[in-house]
């Protein structure tokens, strides 16, 4: 299960159905994604999500809103957006004018 992960982490920038990121674990997709769930304890998708949030939240700190929702394979800003804020509570531009805020307040 920890490769599964993996491929999921390394592939953030990827647009592609997890079950075709798979593809090389030569495992039945149902199964894994089970076996998955009980590993990590949130399903593959819940799982991918997350690491493109957290890779996003590194981005934000130097690109855009729109190159960042780009470069992850989202169809557009509004939809990176909408999902940033569902997983972190703000939107992506107020996390970066936080993330500057408290940069300049440690100066």
Same mark, same amino acid.
């Not at 998955?36 to 304890?41: K, M, N, Q, R, S």
């Given at each position: 299960m920890k490769r599964a992960g993996e /491929? =999921?982490?390394n592939r953030v920038?990827? !647009? =592609?159905? /997890?079950?075709?990121?798979?593809?090389?674990l030569s495992v039945p997709y149902d199964l894994l994604r089970k076996a @998955?769930?009980? #590993?990590?304890?949130i399903?593959?998708?819940? #799982?991918? /999500?997350?690491?493109? /949030? $957290?890779k996003a939240c590194k981005w934000l700190e130097k690109l855009f809103v729109a190159e960042v929702a780009e470069r992850l394979? #989202?169809?557009d800003s509004f939809a990176f957006s909408k999902q940033f804020k569902r997983a972190t509570g703000m939107s992506p531009r107020i @996390?970066? $004018?936080?993330?500057? !805020?408290?940069? =300049?307040?440690?100066e």
């Open positions: /491929i =999921l982490e920038e990827s !647009s =592609l159905k /997890i079950y075709t990121l798979w593809a090389p @998955f769930a009980e #590993y990590y304890g399903s593959p998708a819940q #799982y991918q /999500i997350r690491a493109r /949030i $957290n394979g #989202y169809a @996390f970066q $004018n936080q993330r500057c !805020s408290s940069i =300049l307040q440690d």
